[in-house]
């Protein structure tokens, strides 16, 4: 498998990265183990997370999937094997969120604490803080990185203007700049990210590593009518995409998962994968079998007239 480099950083991962925001929530620490072992296994090596997941189920608090990883690495002994992304900037708690200076060098310690390792891969701001000055962040991730704490930073939700005033501050000021930027975007999700992210970031050398991959499991063709939204924890944020269009790239997933003998989502991600502006896109699973289907992806190699196809029938 050819490995990508994660924007200018020079680390290399998979062109698949594994989302952790199921960890703690729709599969538990035992089950968690089982489809971390397989992925690394497979060849990939790139896991995202954030501190605060999984804060929405009730009775946690966060920071759930990063202790999961955490024990997970420090069991299998694989801290090298592997690049560990995670998050700061969500609301953990009234007093623990946003971007400030002070919050981060706090945030940043309980994230390395349950993740049970030394330093941090990429670090990312969660969501951009308008009341937080960009210069008292980046000049935060720059002591981070100097400590050796953080070896690379991402930004994710950032809007192309704020993203791009970042990267001129971090030139300026010689501050480590934001290498990733983790937007939502899949064959549905396409027109905010394309219109102006997209270009940026192909400009300035940005990596891309989309969350919403398989658009809340719509793209996997598990979700066709209102009623199969109930079919899993997970599928209230699927009705969203249950219109016209929505069916049509459904259809044209089918056709074509079919000619490849492949499911729906592994052509999603194909497609995703082959986009010039994208480094690894983001998806997650809860059993080995679901893990299978998603990995299958990158030996899928979609010609100039199935890309076009699906561009067509997903636009916007």
């Not at 289907?293 to 100039?304: F, G, M, P, S, Y």
Request: include cysteine.
């Amino acid at each position: 498998m050819q490995k990508r480099q994660l924007g200018k950083t020079g680390i290399e991962v998979a062109p698949l990265c594994f989302g952790g925001n199921v960890f703690g929530w729709t599969i538990d620490e035992k089950a968690s183990f089982k489809v971390l072992d397989s992925f690394v296994e497979s060849g990939f090596n790139f896991i995202d997370t954030a501190d605060v997941y999984s804060r929405w189920v009730p009775g946690n608090k966060g920071g759930e999937s990063e202790t999961i990883i955490g024990n997970w690495m420090k069991e299998r002994k694989c801290r090298d094997k592997v690049v560990i992304a995670t998050k700061v900037g969500m609301e953990l708690a009234p007093d623990k969120k946003g971007l400030k200076g002070a919050y981060i060098k706090q945030a940043v310690e309980d994230s390395l604490m349950r993740l049970k390792t030394d330093y941090i891969d990429l670090y990312q701001s969660h969501t951009d803080d308008i009341e937080t000055p960009l210069e008292e962040t980046l000049a935060a991730y720059n002591q981070l990185v100097k400590e050796g704490k953080v070896r690379a930073v991402g930004a994710s939700n950032f809007n192309a203007e704020r993203l791009k005033q970042s990267l001129h501050i971090s030139e300026n000021e010689n501050y480590p700049s934001y290498v990733t930027l983790q937007p939502k975007y899949n064959l549905h999700d396409r027109e905010y990210f394309e219109k102006d992210l997209e270009p940026l970031c192909l400009n300035k050398q940005v990596g891309v590593i989309p969350y919403y991959s398989l658009a809340s499991g719509f793209l996997t063709g598990k979700y066709r009518s209102k009623e199969d939204v109930k079919k899993s924890a997970r599928g209230e944020k699927a009705l969203s995409y249950l219109d016209e269009r929505g069916m049509k790239i459904l259809a044209t997933l089918d056709d074509l998962s079919n000619d490849y003998q492949v499911k729906p989502a592994t052509i999603a991600l194909a497609w995703l994968m082959q986009r010039k502006s994208i480094t690894a896109p983001i998806a997650s699973a809860t059993s080995i079998e679901q893990l299978k289907d998603l990995t299958k992806a990158v030996d899928i190699h979609l010609t100039t007239v199935e890309v076009e196809k699906l561009d067509f029938e997903s636009r916007y």
